[in-house]
């Protein structure tokens, strides 16, 4: 008997490890074990985690070719906060008569009520499609009776007519991931190329081939699996999460049907860019120049440098023209309407712009990006599916310019940030390249305060505020936002045990100056003399703790521009004291000179100066440099942490 219990406990154990190792969950069948869940133990945290994903990829030889997309995924919800898993979206593409089919869309949930399972089916009439733009389009629903301890278990098929596009697989998610596999088969006709990202690596992976039986056809098989897969959590200063999210993209380059040549279908740029130069919604659009040209000649008469005139045709499209908050790469209507309504979108604004640069005779193209939370850009061959903005290149002499006239505050020169995501594609007959796309300023903070001690603690004296850069550009956002009475109302709030009095505003409309707030400062002290006086000199503008926490950080640290911040303020001592403790002056470096904080006290008579600097480089770090930058942020918490003592001077006794 004792033989033979541990014979099947030893079978039972050998089928648990194999199915851990690679499961085939049963639609709509769940295991007891799901639903007995409260927690996961490799991230207890989790509010929800996803249990099973499976998605696979097949050609369907019928009257037509078609992309036939399968999957099947199981979710657990553990906290209330997971309930938005329960919210589902899949989106599809409609291009004319060539289309994307979402069907056999089946879920269920299922609950453990009273020790037994409770398994409710979501209803038809319970999805809903949305059109979201021109070409996408969702399929949306919700699973019923979803709580804490549900396991939801979906099904669905996408038939695709773009039979030269895969859909990407994400392995990753914001939710930890026990198991995800994807499998494809693609015909021998089909050479793609496949572009793993992140930061994970596969546990398995597979390829081989084999016969299709009806249609006679060799299919090279492929799988990748992926196990424990950890959440993709945000952290400070990145991109979009989508950039360091494990996933396998899909680049096809050739198709080989028999007894045809052999296409190549990454293509290459000399073709793409003569295609977008010829396109009516792009390049097309650069020439149409006619009803602009009077306006234009009057312009250029006050201004006769090339830089002048760049400027006065940004200024005026700037002005003219209000953007819709639409992104994208071609234009909806003709730029001439466009400029008739005062409002366009992104490629409108900007193609506007670059063809009145082009009619005043200036070198001008406009340039392809994607923003940050788009996703970057490979070099490699032609994706325009990738790009979702355009902006204006201009060249003068050996200086080449970046302009955008969707921002009203944006000064000419400086793209905003959401531009700030690496490189750009120049479009432009004899010259398209790649372009890096670096911040045109520093993201600069200047305070500066003259305070004057009393011998209760007392403070008072002024302070000022300058901000250039890109600091300028968010403070003016800010302030035009919330209006200038309401900005000053909430600047004038006490910070800390200081009080601001009214800011004066100078140069808010001057978007090439800085943006300069000057104010009355106070502090109450203890209301009695005191014989030592205990006082943080950063005065609430301090580092008061480090964005770094992780102990190790995969991606990248991304601050979008450098940053130059600097505080100097001045202190008067009370008539008869002195200053007993005062930080030391510290000088802390990154390496290879991408960062330098330096803190500095000078004494003089009763006068005592705090200086402060923090200069942030270059504006991305990778995850090897990510220990200094951590080590460097905690010198400068502790620094910004610490006090001066200010004690009275002892009188000798007669």
Known sequence: MKTKFTLTSLFLLCCFICYAQNPQKRFGKVEEAELRMMSYDKDTSAAAVILYDHGSTKFAFNEKIQVVFERHIRIKILKKAGYDWANVTVPYYINGTTKEKVSNIKAYTFNLVDGKEQKVKLESKDVFDEKQSEYKHLKKFSLPNVKEGSVLDINYTIYSDFVYTMREWEFQHSIPVVYSEYRAQIPEYFDYKFLMQGY?????????????????????????????????????????????????????????????????????????????????????????????????????????????????????????????????????????????????????????????????????????????????????????????YVVTHVKIGDKEYFLDATEPLLPAGMLPVRCLNGMGRLVKKTDHRWVDIKPASNYIKLFSADLAINNQGDITGTGTESAGGYNALYMRKTIKEEGEDKYMEKLAKEVGNLKVGKPKIENLNELGNSLNLTYNLTAGGSGQVNDVIYLNPMMGHGEKENPFKLKERMYPVDFATPIDETYICRFTLPEGYEIDEAPKNIAVNLPEGHGRFMYLVEREGNQVQIMSKININKAVFYATEYPYLKEFYNQIVAKHAEQLVIKKVATASR
């Open 200 to 388: 994970l690596s596969v546990d398995d992976t597979k390829q081989s081939s084999a016969m299709e039986n009806i249609t006679k056809v060799q299919n090279n098989e492929y799988y990748w699996i992926m196990k424990d897969v950890p959440a993709l959590k945000g952290e400070k200063y990145i991109t979009t999460l989508s950039d360091y999210q494990s996933k396998i993209e899909f680049e096809l380059e050739r198709v080989r049907f028999p007894n045809e040549p052999v296409r190549v279908m990454t293509g290459n740029w000399d073709d793409v860019t003569k295609k977008l130069l010829e396109n009516e919604d792009f390049g097309i659009q650069l020439k149409r120049n006619g009803f602009f040209k009077e306006t234009l000649a009057a312009l250029m008469a006050k201004n006769k440098e090339p830089e002048q005139q760049m400027n006065a045709i940004y200024e005026l499209v700037r002005k003219r023209m209000t953007w819709n908050g639409k992104y994208g790469i071609y234009t909806k209507d003709p730029i001439r309407k466009v400029y008739e309504s005062g409002t366009g979108s992104v490629p409108e604004i900007n193609l506007l712009m670059t063809s009145m640069l082009l009619e005043a005779g200036l070198d001008a193209s406009p340039v392809l990006l994607s923003t940050r939370d788009n996703g970057q850009l490979r070099h490699g061959p032609p994706m325009l599916t990738k790009f979702n």
